[in-house]
């Protein structure tokens, strides 16, 4: 994307990445990295949204990168299991970070070939998702923006509370509110989302324009009607300037 328009004064609360600030790691099949205050670019898909052979594929992608990276047969493993045994110890946090955007990159275009029972293009469900979204707001996190799309959502959060209430508790409470409900709805039981979601820490205005604007134009990069997404942002970040631009 051309930047052209986000240098202007940052919105209220965000809080980009600060190097003065301690890191700390928590990881799953992924890397996720937390800073006190920061602000975090998510996505949340339903469990369905990409088939087995996607996955697959996925794993074989991330094993050919940590072989490439030096690793052994053990390490290729904690990479696809527990990286973060794996972490500090052989790869800079730079190399992550290019490496899981690149997946989300693949994912993305993926989650918009709308793959799955794409529960939330029905409107009673993705008002479900947004109510949920919204509950919490001011409270435990401060929702910058999101759009819901038909099988997953993209959002910028910035927890409230990141030493009781980290980003991954309250996306997983989300997640265990709305499952109940449209299961019941649906007349399904079971997973509905996929228990990890993506995030990664907004770097600064610029990464944070950037961020707005892929969620603002995500409906029209996956070709989809009006009718099947929703999306918002926060009337105090429009009131500095910073909205979608299409």
């Not at 890397?31 to 594929?57: C, I, M, N």
Request: with cysteine; proline share 6%; net charge neutral.
């Amino acid at each position: 994307m051309t930047v052209t328009n986000w240098n202007r004064e940052p919105p209220p609360g965000f809080q980009g990445f600060r190097e003065d600030l301690p890191v700390t790691v928590y990881c799953r099949h992924l890397p996720h990295w937390r800073q006190d205050g920061a602000s975090y670019f998510v996505t949340f898909r339903l469990v369905d949204s990409l088939p087995q052979s996607k996955l697959h594929e996925l794993e074989a992608i991330k094993r050919e990168w940590a072989m490439r990276g030096g690793m052994g047969k053990t390490d290729c493993q904690s990479v696809l299991q527990n990286c973060e045994s794996v972490l500090p110890r052989h790869i800079p946090r730079e190399n992550w970070e290019n490496f899981t955007r690149s997946l989300m990159v693949k994912v993305e275009a993926w989650l918009d070939e709308g793959m799955g029972e794409c529960w939330m293009a029905r409107p009673e469900i993705a008002r479900m998702v947004m109510d949920s979204l919204h509950h919490f707001d001011n409270d435990q996190y401060e929702l910058g923006c999101y759009v819901v799309m038909a099988n997953h959502v993209h959002g910028i959060f910035r927890p409230l509370q990141p030493k009781t209430l980290p980003l991954e508790k309250t996306l997983q409470s989300r997640k265990r509110r709305t499952s109940r409900e449209i299961n019941a709805i649906v007349g399904r039981s079971g997973t509905l989302w996929e228990e990890e979601s993506f995030d990664r820490i907004i770097r600064d205005e610029e990464h944070l324009y950037r961020c707005i604007q892929y969620i603002g134009r995500n409906p029209a990069k996956a070709r989809l009607p009006s009718d099947r997404w929703h999306r918002w942002i926060r009337p105090s970040w429009q009131s500095f300037g910073w909205m979608f631009e299409d």
